[in-house]
């Protein structure tokens, strides 16, 4: 055993028990077991326990993101101090004063990437236990966790609009199972694309779609479909399935979080503020703790804006009182 399955089993048997579990449910409910219908109804339920498991992480995410756009004015004022400065002192000192804004007001870029760190290990063990459903139906290979010889011949025996669940595009014997993986291969890249679409226009403010990230997001945008139609051809339909419905999930998670807890600066959090003004609720102001030691004039809000700033953009004394001056007397 090679060192990645030996770090990769624990999540073959996690997702193992996961669908053997919602298998033996739907089949007490009367579902044939070695229907299609009860094994993708598995991976589905599979889908459900991952992404609730995951939610404290997605919250978290949800946090961190619009941490990191309440501290962009902060961010471009230390990019802005060492423009030009490539000397190594310099990149040091960048980096340093970054990495105490982070610590300042809680901030965590890498938290954005958790839900899909966490989620790519029972990724690959779905991948390798659909995969192996052949060999363990032989005999050729150890059962994995509760998947037996027996179970395993279920599941191998289980269609899916007429392709069955371990079978691919590469080397497929009929026409059905093509057009199958196809029209997921589709769904996928749907999906996708809506999300992040949605994400960019409704979600980001103006300002934050001009600098490079966005500009690769967008790129990425378009790229994606064409990654699904490389990489899908070469995953079983089970694995498209899992895929598709993580992908409808996260469609639908963001599309709530979008319209309840907006990016500040954002479309989506003007068109939040104007649906509580009409109801008669307070707007709520976002902020980040430990700005306010930062910023010069006050505290950084989520427009960029000083949040110690009157109307009109004059600033508020702040600080020792100004004493009056004494007129002078007319001689």
Known sequence: MSTFERVIYPFEWIVS?????????????????????????????????????????????????????????????????????TDPDSRQAMTQETMDLYKRTGTNPFSSCMPILVQSPFFFGLFRVLNNLGAIAAGTHDPIGPITKDVAAQAEQSTFLGAQLSDKFIGADTMTTKVVTILLIVLMSATTFTTQRQLMTKNMPASALDNPFAKQQKVLLYLMPLFFAISGVNFPI???????T??????????????????????????LQERRAKRGKPVKELTVPGLESSASNGSTTGDGSSAASGEGGTAKPSGQRQQPKRAKKRK
């Open 17 to 85: 028990w996961i669908l053997y579990g919602w298998h033996q449910v739907f089949t007490a409910i009367g579902l044939d077991p070695a229907s299609g219908a009860s094994w993708v109804l598995s991976i589905v339920g599979l889908v459900l326990v991952m992404r609730a498991a995951m939610i404290p992480l997605f919250v978290r995410q949800i946090h961190a993101s619009r941490r990191m756009q309440l501290i962009q004015p902060e961010m471009q004022k230390i990019q802005a101090k060492y423009k030009g400065k």
């Open 246 to 271: 993580t992908n409808i999930w996260s469609m639908c998670q963001q599309f709530y979080v979008i319209r309840r807890m907006p990016a500040p600066g954002s479309p989506a959090e003007k068109a």
């Open 238 to 244: 089970g694995v498209l399935i899992y895929w598709t």
